[in-house]
């Protein structure tokens, strides 16, 4: 790590002033237990707590992925952060000032052009902020007035006005602010004869903040709707802002987060959406600008909260929007529910029309995205015409494939079938044979077996072929004899240890014989491994009695963890709780190699 020509000393006292409990408190609900305090790990998805904070030795670890480090390196992974940006929030954080350091270095080059670049912004706010006035009877007070938005909203949301083609720049040159900069901070752009003009000129101006509350730029709406020009009008990439990386709101949300857990954060399609959501008392609500739902904002969002409900505009491009944002949201972990308000109004409308306590009704009966995704083909479809029932069947087994478990699959079936009619046996019956029928999984009933390791009833059934694979003596299984494997079950573990025993001593037995050792009869769990039925499986049983060793372990890794975790929270000693973080360590680094 590089200290970009900061000495060692002033690091140190940053690091002193900055308790990494207070700090770290800022952003995540930390439980104290003992000297460590906990929280859900904000660098992977979990819903136990296993991200310590350590109080005496300043530092954090998260015992699910391993990542760990003091307050600066805290700062610079959570807030996206440069090593230099990190340590100056540290340091403004406790009133310090950065010492002066002659090194030329890109990072604090460019840190001190974005810091020009905001200021340029912040100010441009204020500019617009001063000139919304309303007490005065002008076209942008008419439409504020005429969208219901309230002082206390229109001060919150620091909604602006730009009055005309030069004001801004006026002001900002009064402010010391150069046109170069301006023009960085996509404020201003030059016409055809060379001259500036504010690119929002006669527009209503709605700030863009980070999660820090400094504007990054503006959304800004026309007042004319017969305007040529588009409705809205949102900043031009800068260094400061990314639309693909943005979300509008997100502020709030931080600031919600620090005082409760966040249930569920709602999306919307715009600026207006969050405010008119915002003022009927649903805060935790953001919008993306202009832009599809990217993988980014995904996990942003996953920061604050583990559940979404998107409640997008009711027409195509709004379903559209609604089916992507599905697939992007669900791939980070997120759960995913959906919206679909009467008369197709979006939420500012519907707010309007209805009320608070009707959307409130909405959000409660949201649907599950499958759900969802089966109810928009089945509306696409007129399922009286038989072609169109079986194009949405097809379509709908294709929503299905995907999921991960059986009794997943089992429930949407049941809703296929009572919209089509057709016994849910013949749609299952299609779901599996869809999968043979794939290239890309041909080998057929193997993977039909295969893939029960992934299921939830899966992790027995892995267990189950293990064991029945070493007591009926398959070759492939001879290696596993030599290892120490652990078994939950008592009656496994007897097994194991019988067949061990035997290989280490060179005993033979049959497995007729079985039956003297073992009350076969009357244990279900052991009779269970000596009929096993090995006919479903080819010639891979060799990689798959792999793949389910590696889930035994990663099982037994993952109890061991549990475990530790456990005395380590109870441990007052800290010598001990030390030695036992060191275990916890080796452990997640197993389960991560192990995982992958
Ligand atoms: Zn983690």
């Known amino acids: 790590m590089t200290n970009f020509g900061l000495p060692a000393d002033f690091i140190e006292e940053v690091k002193r002033r900055n308790d990494i409990i207070s700090v770290i408190s800022k952003s995540l609900s930390l439980e104290k237990k003992g000297r460590t305090h906990w929280a859900c790990c904000p660098f992977h998805f979990e819903k136990t707590p296993s991200f310590a904070v350590n109080e005496v030795e300043q530092f954090y670890h998260c015992f699910g992925c391993g990542e760990s480090g003091d307050v600066i390196k805290f700062v610079e992974k959570y807030e996206n952060m440069t090593f230099f940006e990190a340590v100056k929030f540290l340091a403004q954080n406790a009133g310090m000032s950065l010492p002066e350091i002659n090194v030329k270095n890109a990072d604090l080059e460019a840190l001190k052009q974005k810091e020009k670049v905001l200021k340029a912004l912040s100010l441009a706010r204020d500019y617009y902020i001063s000139k919304l006035d309303l007490t005065q009877n002008t076209p942008a007070t008419a439409y504020v007035l005429k969208r219901g938005l309230t002082d206390e ?128 008392g649903f805060k935790n609500t953001v919008a993306c600008l202009g832009t599809a739902l990217t993988p980014y904002h995904a996990s942003e969002l996953k920061r604050y909260t583990s559940k979404i409900i998107l409640c997008l505009d009711g027409d195509n491009a709004g379903q559209n929007a609604t089916y992507k944002a599905i697939d992007v949201l669900s791939e980070t972990g997120l759960e995913v529910r959906v919206v679909k308000l009467k008369d197709n109004l ?40 038989n072609y169109q029932k079986n194009t949405f069947i097809t379509q709908a087994l294709e929503v299905l494939k995907n999921l991960n478990s059986n009794s997943e699959k089992e429930i949407y079936l049941k809703i296929v079938a009572e919209k089509t009619d057709v016994p849910i046996d013949i749609l299952r019956r299609d779901l599996q044979k869809d999968r043979v029928d794939n290239p890309h999984q041909n080998d057929g009933e193997m993977n039909e077996e295969k893939d029960f390791i992934t299921r939830p009833q899966g992790e027995h059934k892995a267990v189950q072929f293990v064991l029945a694979s070493i007591i009926h003596k398959q070759e492939y299984a001879f290696p596993a004899l030599s290892k120490k494997l652990i078994f939950q079950n008592p009656n496994y573990q007897k097994l194991f240890d019988f067949a061990k025993e035997c290989h280490l001593e060179g005993k033979t037995y049959t497995i007729s014989s079985l039956f003297d050792y073992f009350e076969v009869e009357k244990n279900e769990d052991i009779s269970r491994i000596i009929n096993f039925n090995f006919s479903s499986f080819n010639e891979n049983k060799k990689v798959y009695f792999d793949e389910c060793l590696g889930k035994i372990t990663l099982l037994d890794l993952k109890a061991k963890q549990e475990q530790l975790m456990k005395s380590f929270k109870e441990e007052t000693d800290n010598a001990k709780r030390r030695q036992i973080a060191e275990k916890l360590t080796e452990i997640a680094k197993e389960i991560k190699n192990g995982d992958k």
């Open 153 to 280: 909203v229109v001060k919150y949301f620091g909604i602006g006005y730009s009055p005309d083609w030069n004001g801004l720049i006026r002001h900002l040159e009064r402010e010391k602010i150069s046109l170069e900069t301006m023009k960085l901070a996509g404020l201003i752009e030059h016409n055809e004869h060379g001259n500036p003009y504010d690119v929002f000129a006669t527009r209503l101006m709605f700030p863009i903040l980070n999660s820090f509350g400094d504007c990054i730029g503006f959304t800004a709406r026309t007042l004319d709707d017969s305007s040529k020009f588009a409705k809205y009008r949102n900043s031009t990439q800068t260094i400061v802002f990314d639309k693909s990386k943005t979300i509008y709101n997100i502020h709030t949300i931080k600031n919600l987060k620090k005082e409760q857990n966040i249930d569920y954060i709602i999306i919307c399609e715009g600026t207006i959406d969050v405010i008119a959501m915002f003022k009927a």
């Open 346 to 385: 979006d939420p500012d409308e519907f707010l309007k029309k209805y009320g608070a306590e009707d959307l409130k009704e909405a959000l409660s009966v949201a649907k599950d995205s499958i759900e969802y995704k089966l109810d928009t083909l089945s509306i696409k479809n007129d399922l009286k015409d």
